[in-house]
Nanobody, 124 residues
């Protein structure tokens, strides 16, 4: 049984930083991409960032490039999302997900496993 558990969300002022974590268990993630999506109230879930577990290749949505950094720590089977210069538009529930590396990384349907999400609130 694959489990993804997010943590690190919270309330931060605009311009501040947060680091989200996603602890993975249940299988090795070689040949997988792990990613972050977010969903704001009344909006569809959108892609934020992804990392190929084995190669370390990273992908970002244009809206977060230069501000967010995705990384993973193989020994801990944990993925991170460092979020800097946060804006009110970054608020929402952040989900981590895992899917096969050969699929399109920025589409929800490419991911087989999902966490329950962690709330990020950014005050202006």
């Amino acid at each position: 049984q694959v489990q993804l558990v997010e943590s690190g969300g919270g309330l931060v002022q605009a311009g501040g930083s947060l680091r989200l974590s996603c602890a993975a268990s249940g299988r090795p993630f070689n040949s997988y991409v792990v990613g972050w999506f977010r969903q704001a109230p009344g909006k569809e879930r959108e892609f934020v960032a992804a990392i190929a577990w084995t190669s370390g290749g990273t992908y970002y949505a244009d809206s977060v490039k230069g501000r967010f950094t995705i990384s993973r720590e193989n020994a801990k089977n944990t993925m991170y999302l460092q979020m800097n210069s946060l804006e009110p538009e970054d608020a929402g529930v952040y989900f981590c997900a895992a899917g096969p590396v050969y699929k399109i990384y920025n589409r929800e349907r490419s991911y087989d496993y999902w966490g329950r999400g962690t709330q990020v609130t950014v005050s202006s």
